[in-house]
């Protein structure tokens, strides 16, 4: 990879899918799960050249934009990204549609609840447009990257003015300025690789928790999951511009960093001419001044030997690891290409359990894959027993048109899939439970998050191990590090009580 400075990307690569149907001209740049496929071999660029073009610099004034996020936290990143962008431009963030001269829809493709329910709020805009006409509505994230929701946008949903790509996010002014000018819809979405922007502005929510991108995209191909085709390859950001992140944060005051990828345990393997992974980028971070840094999401199959040794010093390494294990089959797991088995996720656990032992460990699953059997269930079920998540995140299988798993056979009936999460939630509650159980009595470190929805007086926040833990305190403490020891434990909640505050 080689730091470049070029302002345009090479576009030989983009394929307007569904032009014939209509010719949308010069603004129509459709996307190709096909092309988006393909892994080139050309090198990566990092671009450190960003600039909002002079005259859309205060285009926003006086007006308010909306983004409405659907996806994962890659997904509200992006959000925060685009946010900085418009108000680069001189738009004030609203939470009004009604008030509202831009509003973004950032979507998800991972199964198809996500997708529905973005169809569905898009319907709801169609009135809000009409009354509004010089409302800009843009469509982003990874549903633009699929070639059946464009063109059953363009079919379909006239209020959409605009639909950019997951590549696109530091075209954003462009767009939008040809999207005003414009009676046609703006489509650019590039089905390629990806590059890597640095320098965008971010307007964070938040001053206490960030998100920082380690790396963009993934090349697992998992055969059930739309990710590699919506965000391109894997591509890790240089150490030294994320470690300048993370210094730049700490400088301004925040207590957490959750470092971003969607295989973080692949980081550094594309940077060219250095040996550097994800061991040695938090072996680095662990020496700045923050009181806390996760990351999100890992693979079971690259989780090294020197990451466990580096997180075993702890420090502002936090003893939690969210590791997906998506099924306790090794017979399913080699059906969705997860590339390890049971065996070796044991074993990995194993290991961290030995070097960490009050570690908080994590997980997806995914019941009703293809071809599931009851057996293959049971096996799910009984490595959930084994490891005792501290929690985990179920999900039904839904078929990704355009993913292998989608044409593979005998796909599990619904029922079955319902009754299969119930049991497996049935049997992960109970773990939950006698964790949380095991920590009355003991005093945490907990960083101060919020007031309580239901309650002012009670206040929410998050122990090292990413657990939740309700007190009664002065609002004055949000933001800040406190020990509380813990009262009462639900499946789902803990209840504590103040001890001391750690820092002010
Ligand atoms: N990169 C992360 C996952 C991102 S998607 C990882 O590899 O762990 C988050 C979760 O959604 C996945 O872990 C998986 O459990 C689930 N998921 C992905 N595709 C899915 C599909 N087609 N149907 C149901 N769940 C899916
Ligand atoms: Fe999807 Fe697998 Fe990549 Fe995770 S590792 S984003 S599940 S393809
Ligand atoms: Fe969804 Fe895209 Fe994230 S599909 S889960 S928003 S990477």
């Known amino acids: 990879m080689t730091a470049k400075q070029e302002a345009t990307p090479d576009l030989k690569s983009v394929k307007s899918a569904d032009k014939k149907e209509k010719d949308y001209g010069k603004y129509f740049q459709a996307p190709s799960l096909k092309d988006a496929k393909k892994r080139g071999k050309e090198e990566i660029s990092v671009h450190y050249d960003f600039a909002i073009p002079e005259e859309m610099k205060e285009i926003g004034k006086g007006h308010h934009y909306l983004i409405r996020t659907f996806g994962c936290q ?73 070639e059946k929701v464009v063109s059953r946008v363009l079919k379909t949903y006239d209020q959409v003015d605009m639909i950019f790509g997951t590549h696109n996010i530091h075209r954003l002014p462009v767009l939008l300025r040809d999207a005003m000018f414009s ?103 662990r020496k700045i001044d923050i009181p806390r840094i996760r990351f999100t999401t890992s693979h079971p199959r690259d989780f090294d030997d020197h990451l466990i040794e580096v997180l075993a010093k702890r420090g502002n390494l936090v003893e939690q690891i969210h590791l997906p294990v998506q099924s306790g089959s090794s017979e399913v797991l080699k059906k969705m290409a997860r590339k390890y088995t049971r065996e070796h996720y044991m074993e990995l656990v194993r290991k961290i359990k030995a070097a960490i032992p009050d570690v908080s460990l994590t997980t997806d699953i995914i019941v009703g894959f293809p ?14 027993k084994e490891v005792e998540y501290d929690s985990a995140y179920t999900f039904m299988y839904s078929p990704r ?27 992960q509650n109970e773990i939950s439970l006698k964790k949380h159980q095991e920590m009355l009595g003991q005093t945490y470190e907990l960083l101060v998050e919020s007031e309580s929805r239901k309650n002012s007086e009670v206040l929410i926040g998050r122990t090292r191990t990413g657990k939740l833990v309700h007190v009664k305190a002065d609002n004055s403490l949000i933001g800040k590090l406190v020990h509380v020891t813990i009262t009462d434990a639900k499946t789902f909640t803990l209840y504590g009580e103040l001890v001391t505050k750690v820092e002010v």
């Open 371 to 384: 071809g599931e059997t009851e057996e293959q269930f049971l096996e799910t079920l009984s490595l959930f």
């Open 74 to 146: 890659m997904n509200e990143h992006d959000t925060e990204t685009m946010a900085g962008i418009l108000e680069a431009m001189g738009y004030t963030a609203t939470e009004d549609e009604l008030e509202a001269s831009v509003v973004l829809f950032n979507t998800c493709a991972i199964r198809e609840g996500a997708e529905d329910k973005v169809f569905g709020e898009l319907g709801h805009m169609k009135r809000i447009k009409r009354n509004n006409p010089n409302l800009i509505l843009g469509l982003c994230g990874c549903m633009s990257q699929e």
């Open 401 to 427: 048109e355009g993913t292998p798993a989608a044409v593979m056979a005998d796909s599990v009936p619904e029922e079955v899939k319902k009754s299969r999460l119930h049991r497996l939630m049935e049997v």
């Open 183 to 285: 009676k046609e819809i703006v489509v650019e979405v590039w089905s390629k690789e990806g590059d890597i922007i640095e320098n965008m502005p971010k307007t964070r929510t938040g001053d206490t928790k960030a998100w920082v991108n380690i790396m963009y995209g993934c090349d697992k191909f998992c055969t059930y999951c739309i990710v590699p085709y919506t965000r391109g390859k894997e591509r890790s950001r240089l150490p030294e511009d994320v470690i300048a992140e993370v210094r730049e944060l700490a400088r301004q005051g925040f207590k957490e960093v959750m470092l971003l990828g969607q295989n973080v345990n692949a980081y550094g393997k594309d940077i060219e001419g250095r040996k550097y992974g994800l061991g040695d980028l938090m072996d680095e971070l």
